[in-house]
Nanobody, 115 residues
């Protein structure tokens, strides 16, 4: 059974940093495009950042310059480094792995930015 496990969430003050990790039990992890999504209470889920199998990245406008996505295929892990966090970044962050018809989600990790 495929599993995606997110970790690294928590409570942080505005301006602080967190690094999220998404570790997958996928047999050929390197082929998958991995994305981070977030969903705040009462809002729709939105794409935060994504990284392709070749390492190309994309970001939501709201996080450009503050968040960085990276991958370590040997560890089957994708990271989301989040700097200069704002209260509006508060949400449940989930990772998604996609390769053609294969599409998997993790359970999510809570990120709360508050003083």
């Amino acid at each position: 059974q495929v599993q995606l496990v997110e970790s690294g969430g928590g409570l942080v003050q505005p301006g602080g940093s967190l690094r999220l990790s998404c570790t997958a039990s996928l047999s050929i992890f390197s082929l998958y495009a991995i994305s981070w999504y977030r969903q705040a209470p009462g809002k729709q889920r939105e794409l935060v950042a994504g990284i392709t199998s070749s390492g190309a990245t994309n970001y939501a406008d709201s996080v450009k310059g503050r968040f960085t996505i990276s991958r370590d295929d040997a560890k089957k892990t994708v990271y989301l480094q989040m700097n200069s966090l704002k209260p509006e970044d508060t949400a449940v962050y989930s990772c998604n792995a996609r390769y053609y018809a294969y599409n998997f989600w993790g359970q999510g990790t809570q990120v709360t930015v508050s003083s």
